[in-house]
């Protein structure tokens, strides 16, 4: 079955960084395309980024443009975040998310990790 | 704020039906796809429609989508106390190339 398993959220100061990965498995990784979608405490579902299969294509959100970077490998199955410059409000639990595409464009999200928490304080 | 527009909450007594609306714009809602997550308490989100009224394998057909121009609606029959969660619609915005969702709708059965 497929399983997405996040881990590497953790207590970071302000400024500081981080890399979280995901570890897939159940399926051919390398045939999907994978997003990162955040949730602060008590708040929404945020997408953050979205990376293609062959890793040719990523996107990212206003909010961490230029600060993260999302990456995978397909022989290892691995999908990671690198952030950097956090701030208070990257607090939040990071999930990631196994996406379908139309055409190349993110389409759903079929299948989800139970998320692992960053948070930014002093 | 979030791109889509959700209602903050809805609710309805145990066995009913109840809808809750999506709104978007043309960027987004226009060529593109709405999918639609619930997230129980505590729990990570999952995929409840896709590509607008789709139903995943294991969802039950109490559970429905549809869209028309920019806006959208899920719709919920027979309720449930377990129903009880967040509910989120989402889609691609082709003119700022990323993803949105809606700000969430919880639903309270009473």
């Known amino acids: 079955q497929v399983q997405l398993v996040e881990s590497g959220g953790d207590l970071v100061k302000p400024g500081g960084s981080l890399r979280v990965s995901c570890a897939a498995s159940g399926f051919t990784f390398r045939d999907y395309y994978m997003s990162w979608i955040r949730q602060a405490p008590g708040k929404g579902l945020e997408w953050i980024s979205y990376i293609s299969s062959t890793s040719r294509y990523t996107y990212y959100a206003d909010s961490v443009k230029g600060r993260f970077t999302i990456s995978r490998d397909n022989a290892r199955n691995s999908l990671s975040l690198q952030m950097s410059s956090l701030r208070a409000e990257d607090t939040a639990v990071y999930y990631c998310?196994?996406?379908?595409?139309?055409?190349?464009?993110?389409?759903?999200?079929?299948?989800w990790g139970q998320g692992t928490l960053v948070t930014v304080s002093s | 704020q979030s791109v889509l527009t959700q209602p903050p909450s809805v609710s309805a007594a145990s066995g009913q039906k109840v809808t809750i609306s999506c709104s978007g714009i043309s960027s987004n809602f226009g060529n593109n796809y709405v999918s639609w997550y619930q997230q129980l308490p505590g729990t990570a989100p999952r995929l409840l429609i896709y590509?607008?009224?789709k139903r995943p394998s294991g969802i039950p057909d109490r559970f429905s989508g549809s869209k028309s121009g920019t806006s959208a609606t899920l719709g919920i029959t027979g309720l449930q106390t377990g129903d009880e969660a967040d509910y989120y619609c989402?889609?691609?915005?082709?003119?700022?190339?990323?993803?949105?969702f809606g700000g969430g709708t919880k639903l309270t059965v009473l």
């Open positions: 998310a196994r996406a379908q595409n139309d055409y190349g464009l993110m389409d759903y999200f079929d299948y």
């Open positions: 590509d607008n009224y």
């Open positions: 989402a889609a691609w915005d082709t003119r700022l190339s990323i993803g949105v």
